[in-house]
């Protein structure tokens, strides 16, 4: 199946410092990237779509100037994480669609566990 | 985007065969279903997707009714390796294969 990598696969950071988190679709073009948050115990949670040429949108409750997300190619979304704290430690997943000819499958990155201090 | 209903954990032994039906009432015309399999800090994994009546690759079985109100995984013979949550998700090609993520089934296999 396709391929999707994640950069770094985890980061610790002082507070108040950004991180920036990359998600690479190696074997397939991605028009299409999605960001999810994943904290202890829960499920994945939407942060936002990555749309590439155009501006990521973001799912209610999710602040797009606390984390910004850029798709500048058809195989690279990054996702930074501005001003971090505390808080915002948690485990971070892409992923990035396939929809080219009849292919409609979701492929997710390995995570990136991010702890800020 | 459709809500979908798993069961929240499972226990089962080496070498049984597990199902974990999923419902899924709301399913558009235009939605996939997908699973996935999730371990511990990582991202999930693709299993299997369909649409209607059955798909099988070489690790799973989907069952999907006519309605398509709802979709049965199934697992042959699992091993402990196969302890993970599982996610069931439906989805729309148009909208880019966006997907929510329910609550998931915490599967556990026993010794």
């Known amino acids: 199946g396709a391929v999707v990598s994640q950069h770094p696969s985890w980061v610790i950071c002082k507070s108040g410092t950004s991180v920036k988190i990359e998600c690479r679709s190696l074997?397939?073009?991605?028009?299409?990237m999605f960001w999810y948050r994943q904290f202890p115990k829960q499920s994945l949670m939407l942060m936002a779509t990555?749309?590439?040429?155009?501006?990521?949108?973001?799912e209610q409750g999710v602040e797009k100037d606390k984390f910004l997300i850029n798709h500048a190619s058809l195989t690279l979304s990054t996702l930074t994480v501005t001003s971090a704290h505390p808080e915002d430690s948690s485990f971070y997943i892409c992923?990035?669609?396939?929809?080219?000819?009849?292919?409609?499958?979701?492929?997710f990155g390995p995570g990136t566990r991010l702890l800020v201090l | 985007l459709a809500k979908t209903t798993q069961p929240i954990s499972m226990d089962s032994y080496e070498g049984q065969e597990v199902n974990i039906t999923c419902s899924h009432n709301n399913i558009a015309t235009n939605d996939y279903i997908t699973w996935y399999q999730q371990f511990p800090s990582q991202g999930p994994r693709f299993i299997i997707q369909?649409?209607?009546t059955k798909v099988t690759n070489e690790v799973a079985s989907l069952f999907i009714p006519a309605d398509r109100k709802s979709s049965t995984l199934s697992l042959p013979r699992v091993s402990l390796s196969d302890t993970a949550v599982y996610y069931c998700l439906v989805g729309d090609k148009a909208a880019g294969n966006k997907l929510t993520f329910g609550g998931g089934t915490r599967v556990l296999v026993k010794p």
């Open positions: 369909g649409y209607k």
């Open positions: 992923s990035a669609s396939d929809t080219s000819g009849s292919k409609k499958t979701q492929y």
């Open positions: 074997d397939f073009q991605a028009t299409t």
């Open positions: 990555s749309n590439e040429g155009s501006k990521a949108t973001y």
